[in-house]
């Protein structure tokens, strides 16, 4: 008698502590996404009301569409660097890979017409992507260190190609993309949302993009899985630099006028903007419509600060100010996630 | 074909010094192959082009060797304790600054124990930022780099300091026969760090978080305090650098030490010291930067544009980490050496 009554009292016990830990598990996934979106809302929220109230012109329809457009350049780039976060690597050299692909891409517009001219820079992004996919799976170097390197290679051979002179793009369509505007909203504006529901439906619903949330939570367990990780690894190195391309030829049409020192430091906002979005640096969840948001926050914060006539270097300061932020909440997020998981007493 | 005959002779030292164990063996080999590549590199420049060797330039060579090398030295130790510091540039503009600012009204010692105390309070920052608030090291210091370029930048004005004291000028460029005397100070501090890293208890700790952080910590020993003070060392290094880099440009201003990052950590790497972290080793960093002080020199000699710089720069550093994940990748197969 005794004894069934102890069985029932520890299979109970049992029940009870997996419906303890499940109610631990919701409660932390409820504070996780409360603090990863609360990480990018709030500041938006904060930016975008004190924007209004404070800086003048703010909501001019001229600098609505700058902010925009700047938003969709950057917006872009991010999309890339979710990816490539979530699987674990970094990708530094996004802005000299965004240069080069923007000089190509400018002096072929100027010998071979505006189409020709995107696909080539889009191709030459994707190119150099897939050299920094390479160097991490082929030869074994490590993500920050291989695109550090390359960042200071892609930066040579712009500068190179460039010759130090600026490209003058002859073209008007090919600038006019950027101006132009589709049902009153900005076309890269629209080709930035195009590409982020993409991404969105290739990180959310395909296999890729359970293959990168695997690969990134723990590229061991993805092996034994038999997911090709190196294949994954590539194919993200890929598409963020192909990422980049398509914003640098963005930003030609946009500036009318390229050189090689263009995008310096564009690695840092890219990151910023992924990190703020809410994917953990630790790998294993990528957020592109959090990426999306913070593009958008970024840009209000430079052209508020544009606006207010303050000095650009203090928008390094805000830069700098904003991703120590964001990979402090990233770190808290983290940590109250693993606090939750292991209860109180542990 | 003279420059080939020069490499036997390295070898042959190494084989008189090897104590006897293969692997103490091997490792002086690998030194002495740097420095073997080092030597053929320099009596080829200069048979390629005698000027290598002219009075001036041999100077230039030294002191560029040096400016990378102080910084080279903090960053060693860092990447003995696996974490690595992409604020270089910042923390020397921002020390170079305080050098052009404070000296109009101090003393020359005074200015550079300003910029050292500068050095000592952003390494500060940086170590506290990866310590404490727990950012991985390479992007937290990529945030500092540019947060420090900003306040640079903001203290400037975006203009730029002239150094006006000829003192000063004179006693950081000032050489010893044809050895500048920042390389004298180069070596000196080598040396130190070569001591702190492997004889000191401080250094045993950040080889140990080096090769494996928990062990490190589980062994109790101290490695919060130990991980903030490598970065204040090394930040003290780069200040360094700066308090000499100002002496030698006589001006300072933000983006004097851009893409500095570069250089350091290319010299460092391709001195031998792994990026894993857990060993280091400064006789290689003092020859790394050597040996890219000479190629800059001789691409310059040779009139070959100064953008071909990033891209060696680049292609150097990504090759001698691929060859040192193979070559790592073997060791782990081999067991525990």
């Known amino acids: 008698m005794t004894e069934t009554v102890t069985t029932l009292t520890a299979e109970e016990l049992v029940a009870a502590e997996r419906d303890r830990s499940a109610e631990r598990a ?3 996934d409820q504070r996780r996404r409360l603090l990863q979106n609360s990480g990018v809302l709030v500041p938006f929220l904060i930016v975008l009301v004190v924007g209004v109230a404070v800086v003048p012109n703010f ?21 890339g660097m979710t990816l490539v976060i979530a699987v674990r690597g970094i990708d530094l050299s996004v802005g000299s890979a965004q240069a080069l692909a923007a000089c190509v891409a400018a002096s072929v517009v100027n010998s071979a017409g505006p189409f020709v001219g995107a696909l080539v820079g889009i191709l030459v992004g994707a190119g150099l992507g897939a050299v920094n996919g390479l160097l991490v799976t082929q030869a074994r170097v490590p993500g920050f260190i291989a695109t550090l390197s390359t960042m200071s290679v892609f930066r040579g051979l712009v500068l190179l190609f460039t010759g130090g002179a600026p490209i003058m793009i002859a073209s008007a369509g090919f600038k006019d993309v950027a101006t132009s505007s ?74 009318g006028v390229v050189n090689g020192s263009i995008s310096t430091g564009l690695e840092l906002q890219a990151i910023a903007i992924v990190v703020l979005g809410g994917t953990s640096m630790a790998g294993g969840r990528g957020n592109i419509v959090g990426t999306f948001v913070a593009a958008l926050l970024l840009a209000m914060i430079n052209s508020g600060l544009n606006l207010l006539n303050v000095p650009s270097f203090y928008q390094y300061v805000a830069l700098g100010l904003l991703l120590i932020f964001a990979l402090s909440i990233d770190g808290a997020q983290r940590a109250a996630v693993r606090r939750m998981l292991e209860g109180r007493h542990s | 074909m003279t420059a080939i005959d020069t490499t036997p002779a ?75 510091d992409l604020s270089v540039g910042g923390v ?36 506290l930022l990866v310590t404490y608030v ?43 026969g044809r050895v500048p005397y920042v390389f004298l100070v180069f070596l000196v501090v080598a040396v130190a760090a070569y001591l702190l890293l492997s004889r000191t208890h401080f250094g045993r700790t950040v080889r140990a978080f080096g ?34 880099m100002a002496g030698r440009l006589s001006s300072a201003e933000g983006n004097m030490a851009m893409g500095f990052e570069m250089d350091v950590i290319a010299a460092v790497v391709v001195g031998g010291t792994a990026l894993r972290g857990g060993r280091g080793t400064m006789f ?44 790592s990748a073997a060791a782990e197969v081999r067991g525990a050496g």
């Open chain 1, 26 to 28: 919701r409660r932390a």
């Open chain 1, 59 to 79: 909501v001019s329809s001229s600098n609505v569409t700058n902010m925009l457009v700047n938003a969709a350049i950057l917006a872009i780039v991010g999309y």
């Open chain 1, 182 to 255: 589709l049902l009153g909203v900005p076309t890269p504006f629209v080709i930035a949302v195009l590409a982020g529901g993409g991404m969105w439906f290739a990180l959310e619903r395909m296999r890729f993009g359970k293959h990168v949330v695997a690969v990134g939570g723990s590229p061991e367990a993805a092996v034994d899985t038999g997911i090709g990780v190196n294949r994954v690894l590539l194919r993200a190195y890929l598409i963020a630099g192909a990422s980049a391309g398509v914003g640098g030829v963005l930003l030609a049409s946009q500036l």
């Open chain 2, 10 to 84: 390295p070898t042959g030292v190494a084989n008189d010094q090897g104590p006897g164990r293969l692997q103490t063996v091997l490792h002086f080999a690998s030194r002495q192959y740097l420095v073997a590549v080092l030597v053929v590199l320099a009596v080829a420049v200069g048979i390629a082009k005698p000027s290598f060797w002219g009075g001036g330039n041999i100077e230039n060579v030294l002191f560029q060797a040096s400016l990378v090398g102080l910084a080279a030295c903090g960053m060693t130790l860092l990447i003995a304790g696996g974490l690595l």
């Open chain 2, 92 to 127: 020397i503009a921002v020390s170079a600054i305080a050098i052009g600012t404070v000296l109009p009204s101090t003393t020359i010692g005074g200015a550079i124990v300003v910029a050292l105390a500068i050095g000592v309070g952003l390494g500060l920052v940086n170590g």
């Open chain 2, 134 to 176: 727990r950012i991985a090291p390479f992007i937290a210091t990529l945030g500092t780099l540019y947060l420090f370029l900003g306040l640079a930048f903001i203290w400037t004005s975006g203009k730029v300091v002239p150094i006006t004291s000829s003192n000063y000028r004179a006693a950081t460029t000032e050489t010893i």
């Open chain 2, 211 to 244: 090769s494996n952080e928990r062990a490190a910590v589980l062994a109790g020993l101290p490695v919060a305090r130990a991980k903030v003070l490598v970065f204040v060392v090394a930040g003290l290094c780069f200040a360094l650098s700066g308090v000499f």
């Open chain 2, 284 to 327: 290689g960093t003092v020859v790394g930067s050597l040996l890219f002080a000479v190629l800059a020199n001789a691409l310059n000699l040779l009139g070959v544009a100064s953008y071909w710089q990033y891209v060696l720069t680049g292609t150097v550093l990504v090759v001698a980490i691929a060859i040192g994940a193979r070559r």
